[in-house]
């Protein structure tokens, strides 16, 4: 058993929440009595999550996507059925977006490059002054087929493809989630393929005007890996049960 202040405080400092402009409402959003005694871990604050984490005997619950996004919103319908639901069953949620993204050691986009092994040349994807993924360099270049099976063997999912570009990767950027709108900074500086999230139709084109390759794992699953590397940190550390709860929308 932790304190529920103690842990927050914890995340507060390791993911560095107060030093991170963000439009998420960050750090711990809601309380409880104080006290946890199992965590569950998952990506999205719905409320089919809070009902899993309930069911799994959590009352801390770790969330990437938040329910505050730039401005306060009025408890009612649904968002007041969320904000009821973990004040009666007693279940802290604790919300981590852009700190999570971007951070070195268990950062959703750190974690995929490490998840596949690949040598990470620099830091990629500009937004609001902060640098969110990683530029990968393969020396020598890889067979686009090679780099998409080993994607697929890894993370065991049907990546969506747009092959444009060339047949051999040898510089690629990688965003986790809905990052498709820097795809413009992955051409300007030449890469072979951008890995990301989620298609969106206007990018289409670019893509293929530019002749560029384009992974999408999903963004769903692009943001699992930081979330559950949360985890087992907070498992090391507390000696507290983690569990990562699973609810893929199929985007």
């Known amino acids: 058993m932790v304190k529920t202040k103690e842990l927050a405080n914890y995340l507060d400092n390791l993911l560095k929440i107060k030093e991170i402009k963000d439009e998420s409402l960050n750090g711990l959003v809601v309380e409880n009595k104080g006290e946890v005694n199992k965590i569950a871990l998952a990506v999205d604050a719905s409320l089919d999550t809070f009902k899993k984490a309930k069911k799994v005997g959590a009352n801390f619950l770790f969330v990437h996507h938040g329910l505050w996004w730039g401005e306060p919103l009025?408890?009612?319908g649904g968002f007041f059925q969320k904000i009821k639901f973990l004040i009666e069953e007693n279940i802290a949620l604790y919300a981590a977006h852009l700190p999570l993204d971007l951070h070195p050691e268990f950062g959703n986009n750190v974690q995929f490059v490490k998840l596949l092994g690949w040598p990470i040349k620099r830091d990629f994807g500009e937004y609001e002054n902060l640098l969110l993924g990683k530029e990968v360099f393969f020396d020598p270049p890889r067979e686009r087929e090679e780099v998409v099976k080993e994607i697929k063997n890894k993370l065991r999912i049907e990546p969506i493809i747009w092959d444009f570009g060339s047949l051999k990767i040898k510089r690629l950027g990688y965003v986790s989630?809905?990052?498709?709108?820097l795809l413009p900074e992955a051409i300007e500086k030449g890469l072979d393929a951008y890995i990301t999230g989620e298609p969106e139709h206007s990018y289409y084109w670019m893509a293929k005007d530019e002749k560029i390759n384009i992974i999408f794992l999903g963004h769903y699953i692009s943001e699992t890996l930081g979330v559950k590397a949360i985890g087992k940190d907070i498992e090391d550390k507390f000696g507290?049960?983690?569990?990562?709860?699973f609810l893929p929308t199929g985007y």
């Open 74 to 76: 009025p408890l009612r």
């Open 177 to 181: 989630g809905g990052a498709i709108d």
């Open 240 to 245: 507290l049960w983690a569990e990562f709860l």
